[in-house]
């Protein structure tokens, strides 16, 4: 019998610092550029300038793939879309702006969109929306969405009158 004192457990191989990649979202918005400039993903090419090997690069493709995965470069050009259809006071077409989204599904864009969007609200901007819609109804006017709009940092119309509904009715019933 063997004593197994006299045996070492197998040292693993310390891991570089430098093996991995940070996944930020520039390092993302880099990677996500050079793919769509490949006909075909060169794994090879991507793992030697992100300084990885490529299962890393293939793992991170397709977790970047991922319908529900919103890069912040993937976020900003939501947002510019979505805008530029509530800014026409329309709707979007969700499915339209995901086709230009690197084919995200519209549901996916539309649940992103508000997501982002209630990230921009606060109780202080919240307050400030209610009190300037007031200050309209009490001087018996018509609401002016659009001068509402560039005091709050510009937000579509559509966001701020859907906001203004959605906090009007949480105030009714808390008066009840």
């Given amino acids: 019998m063997s004593d197994h004192s006299d045996h070492e457990a197998p040292q693993q191989r310390p891991r570089r610092k430098d093996a991995e990649p940070v996944w930020n979202p520039d390092n993302d918005l880099k990677f996500i550029q050079m793919v769509d400039e490949m006909l075909e993903p060169n794994y090879g090419e991507l793992a030697k300038h992100f300084e990885t090997s490529m299962t890393i690069v293939k793992k991170r493709l397709v977790h970047l793939n991922q319908p529900f995965i919103f890069t912040s470069a993937d976020e900003e050009k939501l947002i510019q879309l979505a805008t530029e259809y509530y800014d026409k006071n329309e709707e979007p077409e969700w499915a339209r702006i995901g086709q230009q989204i690197r084919d995200k599904p519209g549901k996916d864009c539309k649940r992103q969109y508000f997501k982002v969007m209630q990230q921009f609200w606060n109780e202080e901007k919240t307050a400030l929306l209610v009190k300037l819609v007031q200050e309209y109804k009490d ?3 018509k609401i002016d969405w659009k001068k509402i709009s560039e005091q709050l940092d510009g937000r579509p119309l559509r966001v701020l009158q859907d906001k203004y509904s959605i ?8 008066q009840q």
């Fill in 139 to 141: 001087k018996e006017e």
């Fill in 167 to 174: 906090e009007a009715e949480r105030l009714k019933k808390l």
